[in-house]
């Protein structure tokens, strides 16, 4: 990756939700953070799109009509830690053991489904300072 792809990639949020008005939302909402932001609404487009826009921080969605986010999931993690986003997942499921699951399954974050923007703001600020940070040590 160049470094004008490292400078791009910092403080950017891929947001790759299936429905148009949570994309809108939470758009808008992590722009006014901050953030630079880039929506889809696949799975596909996701894995797609962090090809050409490398964001450090992937808020996922896990129900898709093409691919399902532990596809996407599942593909992101065979990349090098370096070149791989850290994930929110942001879904509607929300029983007993679910945030384990997804956990487990490789995401850094879970959010249940209506999001508290204020809560997704700040475990988005936790995970850039901590990949900041990680990629100082490596």
Request: hydrophobic share 40%; net charge negative.
């Given at each position: 990756?160049?470094?004008?792809?490292?400078?791009?990639?910092?403080?950017?949020?891929?947001?790759?939700?299936?429905?148009?008005s949570n994309r809108v939302m939470l758009r808008k909402w992590l722009e006014r953070?901050?953030?630079?932001?880039?929506?889809?609404?696949?799975?596909?487009?996701?894995?797609?799109?962090?090809?050409?826009?490398?964001?450090?921080?992937?808020?996922?969605?896990?129900?898709?009509?093409?691919?399902?986010?532990?596809?996407?999931?599942?593909?992101?993690?065979?990349?090098?830690?370096?070149?791989?986003?850290?994930?929110?997942?942001?879904?509607?499921?929300?029983?007993?053991?679910?945030?384990?699951?997804?956990?487990?399954?490789?995401?850094?974050?879970?959010?249940?489904?209506?999001?508290?923007?204020?809560?997704?703001?700040?475990?988005?600020?936790?995970?850039?300072?901590?990949?900041?940070?990680?990629?100082?040590?490596?």
């Amino acid at each position: 990756m160049s470094d004008d792809s490292m400078k791009q990639s910092q403080n950017s949020i891929l947001i790759a939700d299936a429905s148009r008005s949570n994309r809108v939302m939470l758009r808008k909402w992590l722009e006014r953070s901050g953030y630079h932001c880039q929506t889809v609404e696949t799975g596909r487009q996701a894995l797609d799109a962090l090809r050409e826009f490398p964001a450090q921080v992937l808020v996922l969605d896990m129900k898709f009509p093409d691919i399902e986010g532990w596809q996407v999931i599942r593909m992101l993690k065979r990349q090098p830690v370096g070149h791989r986003p850290m994930i929110v997942a942001v879904t509607a499921c929300a029983m007993p053991g679910d945030e384990d699951r997804f956990l487990n399954c490789g995401c850094d974050a879970y959010l249940a489904k209506p999001v508290d923007l204020y809560r997704l703001t700040e475990v988005i600020d936790e995970l850039v300072v901590s990949g900041d940070l990680r990629s100082l040590i490596a």
